[in-house]
């Protein structure tokens, strides 16, 4: 039988209330009712005692109060242990830790019993196994931030100004042989030149580090448009102006960039997280 973990970490398929086992010994259901009451406290009639676990849609569970599964499903895990807040007190009610319960129980637990009528619901070690690699997927995405989108956009802004320096600096050098003509095809040149330096940082910096390849033309096409919107707003108002507004929309252009390039890398990370395996070793 697959070993289907439910929502909260039981093992469905050690479950003797789990329909396939009910269905094939349907007397062992006064056994668990009994093995229950012994060890949890309470006592559920044999006859009620069968589940089609938390996975299935729309199943006949035993634990109709349970908070647990609504919550995992609408905050779209499959179990607890992906969660952030986890141990929460949804949770922490259904936690069963075996060394907890046979301190409590005061008489020895045969190993028969723990077998039966423990073990499918030992949670609390599962999940934390589970939880484990959940961990390290939440921090790749905090290193992907600290050490590519930070360090990139960082990058980005100071070729961005670098290239800014150079138009200026050949702006300056060419001043004497200006025409109006020469004059507003620099003006032209202005946004251009300093939305290239953004572009040229940021693939220059996923380059060097052999990160996966961002064709350059993404690189290009925010803060090309940035640069250009802005000097394009403030031409009016003077020439200093101009350079703020290239270097802001710039910079604001290239974070919106490493954002989506962010929501883009946790997808990926959580779609290769919910695809791992989740059953109990």
């Given at each position: ?233 403030v031409f009016p108002f003077g020439p200093m102006l101009i350079v703020f507004a290239m270097c802001l929309f710039g910079s604001l252009a290239m974070l919106s960039f490493e954002l ?16 791992s395996p989740i059953h109990d070793g």
């Amino acid at each position: 039988m697959d070993e289907i973990l439910a929502r909260c970490g039981y093992r469905c398929g050690l479950c003797l209330a789990y329909r396939p086992n009910v269905e094939a010994n349907p007397a062992r259901r006064q056994e668990l009712s009994d093995g229950w009451h012994k060890y949890f406290g309470f006592r559920i009639p044999a006859e009620e005692i069968v589940c089609d676990g938390c996975m299935a849609e729309n199943p006949r569970l035993i634990d109709k109060a349970c908070p647990v599964r609504p919550c995992v499903i609408a905050r779209g895990f499959a179990n607890c242990s992906q969660c952030p807040d986890y141990v929460c007190a949804k949770l922490a009610e259904r936690l069963v830790v075996y060394e907890e319960l046979a301190a409590r129980t005061p008489f020895s637990i045969p190993p028969e019993d723990r077998a039966r009528f423990i073990a499918p619901y030992e949670n609390k070690r599962r999940l934390d196994r589970l939880r484990r690699p959940s961990v390290a997927h939440m921090t790749s995405k905090s290193k992907h931030v600290i050490q590519i989108a930070v360090p990139r956009l960082i990058v980005s802004v100071l070729s961005g100004a670098a290239f800014y320096v150079a138009w200026m600096a050949v702006f300056i050098v060419s001043h004497p042989y200006h025409s109006p003509l020469l004059r507003g095809l620099f003006w032209i040149l202005a946004p251009i030149t300093t939305g290239l330096g953004f572009s040229v940082g940021a693939a220059l910096f996923t380059r060097l580090h052999h990160l996966a390849g961002i064709p350059f033309r993404r690189f290009c096409c925010y803060p090309l448009l940035a640069c250009s919107v802005g000097a394009a707003v403030v031409f009016p108002f003077g020439p200093m102006l101009i350079v703020f507004a290239m270097c802001l929309f710039g910079s604001l252009a290239m974070l919106s960039f490493e954002l989506a390039d962010l929501r883009r890398f946790a997808a990926a990370a959580d779609a290769n997280h919910r695809e791992s395996p989740i059953h109990d070793g």
